[in-house]
């Protein structure tokens, strides 16, 4: 680590002894610092709000932030109103460093394409399958992996646990030792981004992951276009993402003109008595787009919620409110697996989904050893998501599709 640390060290001073390879001005600036292009295959950020990439002959400026507000304020929770905003300079192998001068002023530099990489976001090995990049995986945030390939080599000691991404922090103690040459962390919390800047501060890179701060599922999706900017991945990035964009379109216009619409209640409800609901964001887009009615839309509320352990899966909204729109609610989809925290009966048979049976969990896809793919791939596949919703609101539309992250509960209480 040390000597990695030391040589790029001399990289920078090196680039500082030498102006006449470096640009006075590096954002906007026309005088590249090589001749050769190394990155040809450029993406495009169209859809993603919290990411943006300029491309230099031989070196990428990624910039990264959060700006809105969580649904709550404690201890740990922080309104992202500008509160964190990253940049980054990804540089060629074996290619002059720009100067760190303007925008570029402290910003964290990475030599790339890497050769080792870590990620804890729940979606990191979706991604990186997508990219064909797995050979390069050294660490992940948990065991819970649910494609085997991967989970083999877990077991076997090729791939370490960094830290899971709900849990406060990265494993530094683990980095330390697998010494990745960069480290994707999800930052959902003041404590998460305070880890980011300890694994630098102990000289290992590492990058914020944002992608669940995005308000669209095709945003989400967007940021396997980040994962493919440290590898030089960007046309299989590209790829991808326009293959499920275009699914996705493809699926919507199945079902757009569809004069009748069920009610759909997208959550979960908790002991203390209100439910936690997916009012907008990637899934709520995803209800509408496969010609579901949300009851609880609200475009000024917050995405998530953001707290020390990580995120929630919603906004709180109380029984009492809830109650009063039970009526328009012909589909619950649950990310719980069980009803024991449910309301009582008397309260459920409001809806007409409980009445009915259309009572649905996401957790079809599970190994035994705590592995649930739907965190791991949903935000990847929204397309598969699309095809269930759609398959459950109109069966006459897809009648081949079988169920892919979608399971009725075994039965009602």
Same mark, same amino acid.
């Given at each position: ?10 990289? *920078? ?7 006449? @390879? ?13 001749? /050769?292009?190394?990155?040809? +295959? ?15 002959? @031989? ?12 649904? #709550? ?7 992202? %109103?500008?509160?964190?905003? %990253? ?74 646990? !960094?830290? #899971? ?40 890179? #590492? ?12 945003? &989400?999706? /967007?940021? !396997? ?30 079902? &757009? ?10 959550? *979960? ?56 729109? #039970?009526?328009?609610? +012909?589909?619950?989809?649950?990310? &719980? ?11 459920? @048979? ?36 699309? *095809? %269930? ?25």
């Amino acid at each position: 680590m040390k000597i990695r640390f030391l040589w790029i060290l001399l990289l *920078m001073l090196n680039a500082c002894a030498n102006p006449q @390879n470096h640009s006075e001005e590096v954002e906007g600036n026309s005088t590249p610092l090589t001749e /050769e292009d190394y990155f040809p +295959d450029k993406v495009s950020i169209d859809y993603a709000e919290n990411l943006q990439v300029t491309y230099y002959n @031989n070196y990428k400026v990624v910039k990264t932030k959060v700006e809105f507000g969580t649904a #709550a304020q404690d201890a740990d929770s922080i309104a992202w %109103d500008r509160a964190f905003t %990253d940049v980054m300079v990804l540089v060629q192998r074996g290619t002059p460093v720009p100067s760190l001068t303007g925008e570029l002023e402290g910003a964290h530099v990475i030599e790339i394409p890497v050769e080792t990489i870590a990620g804890n976001a729940d979606e990191a090995p979706t991604r990186f399958i997508a990219l064909g990049v797995t050979d390069k995986l050294i660490g992940l945030g948990h065991e819970g992996v649910y494609d085997e390939k991967l989970r083999k080599r877990f077991v076997e000691g090729e791939i370490q646990a !960094i830290g #899971a991404s709900w849990h406060t922090g990265p494993n530094l103690e683990v980095l330390l030792a697998v010494e990745p040459d960069v480290t994707l962390l999800t930052a959902a919390s003041l404590t998460q981004s305070e880890g980011i800047k300890k694994t630098r501060d102990l000289g290992l890179k #590492a990058a914020p992951e944002f992608s669940w701060s995005e308000t669209s599922y095709l945003g &989400q999706l /967007e940021w !396997i276009k980040y994962d493919a900017l440290f590898v030089n991945a960007e046309a299989a990035a590209t790829e991808f993402f326009n293959t499920i964009k275009n699914r996705c379109d493809s699926l919507k216009s199945l079902v &757009q003109n569809r004069s009748e619409k069920p009610g759909v209640l997208w959550g *979960m409800h908790s002991k203390s008595g209100s439910w936690t609901i997916r009012a907008n964001g990637g899934v709520a887009q995803i209800i509408k787009d496969a010609g579901g009615v949300n009851p609880f839309a609200d475009g000024n509320a917050a995405v998530t919620e953001t707290k020390a352990n990580g995120l929630s899966e919603g906004i709180p909204i109380s029984d009492e409110i809830v109650l009063g729109k #039970a009526e328009e609610v +012909d589909f619950i989809i649950s990310f &719980q697996s069980a009803t024991e925290n449910w309301p009582p009966v008397n309260y459920m @048979n409001s809806f007409p989904a409980y009445r009915e049976g259309n009572l649905y969990h996401h957790f079809k896809r599970f190994r035994d050893y705590g592995a649930y793919d739907w965190y791991q791939s949903a935000p990847v596949r929204p397309d598969l998501l699309l *095809m %269930d919703l759609i398959t459950l609101f109109y069966p006459d539309v897809l009648p081949d599709h079988e169920l892919y992250f979608l399971e009725p509960f075994k039965k009602k209480r």
